[in-house]
């Protein structure tokens, strides 16, 4: 069903209810457009007659309910027409959730929030994209709670975010990432200070749920929480804490037996817990290409998205002027431990880092905590649970002159002085 369509590209005619996915090569660029009838990416309806762009290394598919025509132009790895798709099953999904809301409107109660979980690459962010542009699209004001923090759809990796969903995703670009709330991890796996990851869990629920006290829509809108691929041990704990901590109603379990059978055990009764097929569109990305990804979200940040681009500024920040923290001290045995303290306080422990070469190309979050906040042993609190105001990269360090370069996206002076430091690092080459 396709065929050439001349210089314009490659036409492909799509019967109602199947999908184009196509994959664009590294170094490359492919150029989508619909030619007739409906069809969306994941859950976002394309415009006729407008050229959608997709980046080296996209993955993507076209779906149509209707059937339709498109064309692509570029070189795709990879582009071929699937009737096998479980798209139908998470549009039940999503009027089974939508129910939910407007019973939630008619009771006065809350909607649902809803946990997507699965092994790694099983097209958990695109699910939760596409119940997200479901809902929005008929109105409501989901939240989509993003705990992966290896790969955010929200925020640079390393961190863990609430975002308000208020108009479809770009084709292009995703999400528009207006205001959202972010907070400090500090790495890409949650095993590096799961007790950290709990904690931000729990901050997050309770920021959400003090916003849904006072806010109707949100409320009722109720959230999409994506969560890591790490599902054994402590990741899968992890998973436990996160759905006690939001209260969740649903969990959607995508491709594995085991874990769905697990939580429907653990989980209380009421929880909904339902698995899901994975796509067979759903690419397993290799370690490289996911920390392509994360440098991508990363220059992103600083650099803009293709055509809105950022000027990012490099200015010296003198040490004197602020104070670094990484959280969580080296554990140390239990014998060691002072009276009264415990390994989670260790876990938790904001420890001065004093500026040194290695510093350089690691990213520091700009904590909004009040600079004139006191730091003690029993104070880290306000700083964890502060949000993120930014991020910034140091590009240099000269300890003679007691100063280090760093990008930022905003010129001097730094908003707040309180920085954190993560494990990722970020390379500048532009
Ligand atoms: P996870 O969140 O489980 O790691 P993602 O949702 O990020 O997985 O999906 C992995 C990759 O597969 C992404 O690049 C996504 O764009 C792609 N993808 C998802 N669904 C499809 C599909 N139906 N066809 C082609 N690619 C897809």
């Known amino acids: 069903s396709s065929g050439s369509a001349g210089t314009s590209g490659t036409r492909f005619d799509l ?17 989508l457009e619909l030619l007739s009838g409906l069809a969306e990416v994941f859950g976002s309806e394309l415009n006729r007659n407008k050229k959608y762009t997709f980046g080296p290394g996209s993955k993507i598919a076209v779906f149509t309910w209707q059937g339709c025509s498109v064309s692509l132009s570029g070189k795709t790895e990879v582009a071929y027409i699937s009737k096998d798709t479980p798209m139908l099953l998470y549009l039940n999904t999503h009027v089974a959730l939508e129910q939910m809301r407007r019973q939630a409107e008619k009771d006065n109660e809350r909607g649902p929030r809803v946990m997507v979980v699965g092994p790694t690459d099983v097209g958990k962010s695109t699910v939760c994209r596409v119940l997200l542009n479901y809902a929005v699209r008929l109105g409501r004001r989901p939240t989509l709670v993003e705990l992966d923090v290896g790969q955010s759809s929200v925020s640079v990796p390393g961190t863990m975010s609430a975002l308000c969903i208020e108009r479809p995703a770009d084709v292009e670009e995703g999400f528009s990432v207006q205001a959202p709330l972010v907070f400090h991890f500090g790495s890409t796996t949650p095993g590096t200070n799961i007790k950290l990851y709990n904690k931000l869990t729990s901050s997050l629920a309770e920021v959400f749920s003090q916003r849904c006290e006072v806010n109707r829509r949100a409320s009722v809108g ?93 200015f010296d920040v003198r040490f004197s002027e602020v104070r670094i923290y990484k959280i969580g001290a080296p554990s140390i045995p239990d014998s060691c431990l002072p009276l009264g303290m415990s390994q989670d306080d260790t876990q938790l422990k904001l420890v001065p880092v004093s500026p040194g070469r290695d510093l350089t190309h690691h990213v520091l979050s700009v904590s909004s905590v009040d600079d004139d906040a006191e730091v003690g042993a029993g104070q880290s609190r306000g700083i964890l649970e502060s949000p993120v105001c930014g991020f910034i990269v140091v590009t240099a360090v000269d300890t003679q ?13 730094l908003p707040r002085h309180t920085l954190l430091i993560m494990d990722i690092r970020f390379i500048d080459l532009k």
């Open 15 to 31: 019967e109602r209810e199947t999908e184009l996915r196509f994959e664009v090569e590294a170094g490359e660029r492919v150029q």
């Open 222 to 314: 109720g959230c999409i929480i994506n969560t890591c691929g790490w599902v054994k041990g402590s990741g899968y704990q992890a998973l436990v804490h996160c759905a006690s901590a939001f209260q969740v109603d649903v969990v959607l379990v995508l491709d594995q037996e085991r874990l769905y059978n697990e939580l429907k055990r653990d989980l209380p009764h009421f929880v909904r817990v339902v698995l899901l097929p994975k796509s067979g569109g759903v690419v397993e990305r290799s370690k490289d290409c996911r920390r392509e990804t994360r440098d991508e979200k990363i220059r992103e940040y600083f650099y803009g998205f293709r055509a809105t681009s950022f000027y990012p500024h490099a």
């Open 401 to 413: 002159a007691q100063v280090m370069t760093v990008l930022s996206p905003a010129p001097r002076p």
